[in-house]
């Protein structure tokens, strides 16, 4: 019987978790707090590894918008005005040689 009788108030609290990952016909699945079922996975690391995943993006989805990503430290600002003649001949020669 879930819940506590009013006479019981002093013993501990147990919580319970329940293992996120399960097999159906050979085939691993991990349930989530949102109520889906994710999968299927062939074994249980890659299960596992998808589990830490799956939290890391919902992690990231309960940041406000501008703090999800950050823009990369080394990129150099864009200059302002127009481009030279010739400059995109040389920035695509950079990226494709």
Not at 20 to 26: A, L, T
Not at 57 to 81: D, Q, T, Y
């Given at each position: 019987?879930?819940?506590?009788?009013?006479?019981?108030?002093?013993?501990?609290?147990?919580?319970f978790?329940?293992?996120?990952?399960?097999r159906?016909?050979?085939?691993?699945?991990?349930?989530?707090?949102?109520?889906t079922?994710e999968?299927?996975?062939?074994?249980?690391?890659?299960?596992?590894?998808?589990?830490?995943?799956?939290?890391?993006?919902?992690?990231?989805?309960?940041?406000?918008?501008?703090?999800?990503?950050e823009a990369p430290?080394?990129?150099?600002?864009?200059?302002?005005?127009?481009?030279?003649?010739?400059?995109?001949?040389?920035?695509?020669?950079?990226?494709?040689?």
């Amino acid at each position: 019987m879930p819940g506590t009788r009013a006479h019981d108030t002093d013993a501990p609290k147990t919580v319970f978790r329940s293992d996120r990952i399960c097999r159906v016909n050979g085939e691993f699945y991990f349930n989530t707090r949102e109520g889906t079922q994710e999968g299927p996975f062939e074994t249980r690391e890659a299960a596992e590894k998808e589990v830490a995943a799956y939290i890391q993006r919902m992690m990231l989805l309960a940041k406000p918008p501008a703090e999800r990503f950050e823009a990369p430290a080394s990129r150099e600002p864009i200059p302002a005005g127009p481009v030279p003649v010739g400059a995109a001949e040389r920035s695509e020669a950079a990226i494709f040689p």
